[in-house]
């Protein structure tokens, strides 16, 4: 069971992260598509780093695998920004918890043939009713229109965010079932460096 400390340390972390993102974007002016960019540079110079201590080639199907992964998570992340910029990050970030467990299921089940016990699929719901009741307005308002146009705002780009991160950690798994960690990692980040380039060159081309 060490893997449910790791996993509950790991959203603490993610929820220390969000708290800071949400607070530079809204003080530091940055825009999203930069801000995603310096996480992708970053996280690409780490695995930079990390090469002498276990970097090895691998097959050409996991390189592009590894790099797909790595663009995922950069667009992730960048929808995320988006998706926070103006939004309480208290109302998002449980739109994208309880998305991303529904599209790693589907894509598990399409990709790595991956099936969920009757008690699995038991606490998965939970887990999706749970997220949806965390975001459900409960303020006084008036209408059902205001309460469906005040939700569905909020969802589009939380959904694609949710969605490029579940692809991500999808295709993060099938790496590590063939690669030590330390290479898989250094892989796949360089990937990250792929997506945040493409941001770079997006931004150019937009001046």
Same mark, same amino acid.
């Given at each position: ?53 276990? =970097?090895?080639? *691998? ?19 960048? =929808? ?22 529904? =599209? ?28 949806? *009741? ?30 490029? =991160? ?31 380039? *493409? *941001? ?8």
């Amino acid at each position: 069971m060490t893997w449910l400390f790791f996993a509950i340390i790991a959203h603490f972390l993610n929820a220390i992260v969000f708290v800071v993102d949400k607070y530079i974007l809204s003080r530091a002016h940055f825009k999203p598509e930069a801000y995603a960019f310096y996480v992708g540079l970053l996280g690409g110079s780490i695995a930079l780093i990390l090469m002498p201590f276990g =970097f090895s080639p *691998i097959p050409l199907n996991q390189i592009l695998i590894s790099f797909l992964a790595g663009a995922l998570f950069i667009a992730g992340v960048l =929808f995320f920004y988006k998706s926070i910029e103006k939004e309480e990050v208290s109302k998002i970030t449980p739109i994208i918890g309880g998305a991303v467990p529904f =599209f790693t299921l589907v894509l598990t089940y399409l990709f790595l043939d991956e099936r969920l016990s009757f008690e699995q699929l038991i606490a998965f719901t939970l887990l999706v009713l749970g997220g949806m *009741i965390i975001i459900w307005p409960r303020k006084n308002i008036s209408s059902f229109n205001q309460i469906r146009l005040s939700f569905l705002k909020k969802l589009p780009k939380a959904l694609l965010s949710a969605f490029f =991160f579940a692809f991500s950690y999808v295709l993060t798994k099938y790496i590590f079932s063939y690669q030590p960690f330390i290479n898989g990692f250094i892989w796949i980040r360089v990937g990250g460096l792929v997506g945040a380039g *493409i *941001i770079e060159l997006n931004l150019k081309l937009e001046f």
